[in-house]
């Protein structure tokens, strides 16, 4: 299987985790025919190295698709994806200029997928 991130080990080194966009949760969740495949990938890659970290914007992003916040809650387990408040975003890694992050595709905006967003649960 390729790897879906160049020289993620790199990029990560001085990192305590990667802020996950809500474009990488949503191409999941909603099967994205060009995308799901490879951010399952970048996710599964990120979390085999360190923390996957979410803020309270993407949490919200990807709300739309859910009933309740239980399910939301379930979706994004605590255990899998810290939750940061987002005055200490910025500091996730020092080294870099930007934190960094898991992203997809920035053609198709968060609203249009989150309106073909129809969990399960």
């Known amino acids: 299987m ?21 474009n990488v949760l ?15 990938r970048a996710l599964a890659e990120c979390a085999d190295r360190t923390a996957l970290i979410i803020n309270p914007i993407v949490y919200a992003e990807v709300s739309i698709g859910f009933s309740s916040i239980e399910a939301l809650d379930a979706a994004l387990p605590s255990a899998s994806y810290e939750r ?4 200490r975003v910025r500091g996730l890694c020092d080294s870099l200029p930007a934190p960094p992050i898991v992203s997809s595709s920035p053609l198709q905006s968060a609203r249009d997928r989150s309106a073909a967003f129809a969990p399960t649960a």
């Open 26 to 40: 949503l191409d999941i969740a909603t099967n994205d025919a060009n995308w799901a495949d490879w951010s399952a």
């Open 84 to 87: 940061e408040a987002l005055s």
């Open 2 to 22: 390729t790897t879906a991130l160049r020289n993620l080990a790199a990029r990560i080194e001085d990192c305590r985790g990667v802020l996950v966009d809500s």
